[in-house]
């Protein structure tokens, strides 16, 4: 039993940091160097358009009552909703995701779509 708790180690520790110490003194590679790389990094404009592009207005659902009933595109039959729930705007093609083809104000609520008064809908900041 107390063979089986014990460490066992094999190699040698020196000849590691030998082999450590080699591979720093081959590497010529100064800290001014990694410093001017990474300002450059922080520098360049490699991310500026994506994280443009991600800031968007948060909407919120705003009813008279805690839960109503709400008729849910996605599954056609009324389906209860918290008040005060995330809503996404949603843009996209109506033809393609069944929807009738009358004009609306469709948001996604979880993982399906409502046509909702834009009246019980409220903007509550950008991300």
Same mark, same amino acid.
């Given at each position: 039993m107390n063979d089986k708790n014990k460490l066992h180690f094999s190699g040698s520790l020196e000849e590691?940091?030998?082999?450590?110490?080699?591979?720093?003194?081959?590497?010529?590679?100064?800290?001014k160097e990694i410093g001017d790389a990474l300002q450059k990094l922080l520098e360049s404009e490699w991310g500026e358009e994506i994280f443009g592009d991600a800031c968007a207005p948060t909407y919120i659902l705003d009813l008279d009552k805690d839960v109503d009933f709400l008729y849910s595109l996605t599954r056609r039959n009324f389906v209860p909703v918290r008040n005060r729930t995330e809503v996404f705007l949603f843009n996209d093609d109506p033809l393609i995701y069944n929807i009738p083809k009358r004009?609306? +104000?469709?948001?996604? #609520?979880?993982?399906?779509?409502?046509?909702?008064?834009?009246? +019980?809908?409220?903007? #509550?900041?950008w991300n």
């Open positions: 590691s940091s030998n082999e450590n110490k080699e591979v720093l003194e081959e590497s010529s590679i100064s800290p004009s609306g +104000n469709y948001y996604l #609520i979880n993982n399906e779509i409502f046509d909702i008064d834009p009246k +019980n809908i409220i903007c #509550i900041g």
